[in-house]
């Protein structure tokens, strides 16, 4: 990839004469400036290998797509009208899963805030036993007070988790209670429509997972592509300091003097001149 055209393609600023500068100049051996060319080059490999991908995981999760459309609607026509009539059963058999997975995370919130108040709470007993022994050191005293903050802190959670965890609970038992009705209710209907939804469940898992790999490279491109304006930023950063560097060394250096002996222009005229007279009298 060339790095001058790549500045319109991602927009940067850099002083494309200064970068052509820098790449012919004898201060390109600046070890700086090498490692952030080769980091360019690393960048941009990445960023089209990247690019290369990402289209074809976006035209494979299309043409998915398409696929499962056309298969379910044939299915749909095949099948008839069981599908919408035990649809109602596949949707309270989603909500149940969903809410179990809730309810499951809310037992681990609640587990997690109430060792964290038993720990409070043991940490507060041992200085309360040092503290009526005499024994207790100068740095306890400063800690207990925060001690007896995060218990209470920690308290207030336990109970907010407890509650949450009960709630939840009671939303999947009853999610749970429906959807046993729902099934032997329209048990004729779900047995007829199970290859529907088990192969729209069988589509849908390989659609979440080529999106998560969309999502990825997705993800990975913008960091390259940041990167690769970080090592153009710092390229032209450098550069800025080598011509600075050079206009102020032009200041600096004092202008060339003559050599020892040597003639200034009108001197060498009117030398030649009197040369001429003279040998006109002769």
């Not at 681990?108 to 022994?133: D, F, I, P």
């Not at 308290?155 to 429906?178: C, G, I, L, W």
Request: contains cysteine; hydrophobic residues 30%; negative net charge.
């Amino acid at each position: 990839m060339d790095l001058i055209e790549d500045l319109e393609k991602y927009d940067l600023k850099l002083n494309k004469e200064n970068l052509e500068k820098i790449e012919a100049s004898p201060e390109s051996l600046d070890p700086r400036i090498q490692n952030e060319l080769e980091r360019l080059n690393r960048c941009a490999a990445h960023i089209n290998k990247l690019e290369n991908e990402l289209e074809e995981a976006k035209n494979l999760f299309n043409n998915t797509k398409n696929r499962q459309l056309q298969r379910l609607e044939f299915l749909q026509k095949k099948l008839g009208s069981c599908i919408q009539k035990s649809k109602p059963y596949y949707e309270a058999l989603q909500q149940t899963e969903k809410l179990q997975k809730e309810a499951q995370k809310a037992v681990q919130e609640y587990q997690r805030a109430n060792s964290l108040y038993k720990t409070a709470k043991e940490t507060l007993s041992v200085a309360e036993h040092n503290l009526a022994t005499g024994e207790i050191p100068d740095a306890w005293q400063e800690h207990l007070s925060s001690t007896i903050t995060k218990i209470n802190t920690s308290k207030r959670t336990v109970d907010v988790a407890e509650e949450n965890h009960r709630k939840k609970t009671s939303e999947f038992q009853a999610a749970e209670e429906r959807c046993q009705f729902l099934e032997k209710d329209l048990h004729r209907h779900i047995v007829k429509s199970q290859l529907y939804f088990d192969e729209k469940t069988r589509w849908n898992i390989q659609m979440e997972a080529q999106k998560a790999r969309i999502d990825e490279l997705e993800k990975a491109t913008i960091q390259e592509k940041a990167s690769y304006k970080e090592a153009m930023r710092n390229l032209n950063r450098i550069s800025e300091e080598i011509h600075s560097k050079r206009n102020a060394q032009k200041l600096i250096l004092p202008p060339r003097e003559s050599g020892v002996g040597a003639e200034t222009p009108s001197q060498f005229t009117d030398s030649m001149s009197v040369d001429c007279v003279v040998d006109d009298e002769n």
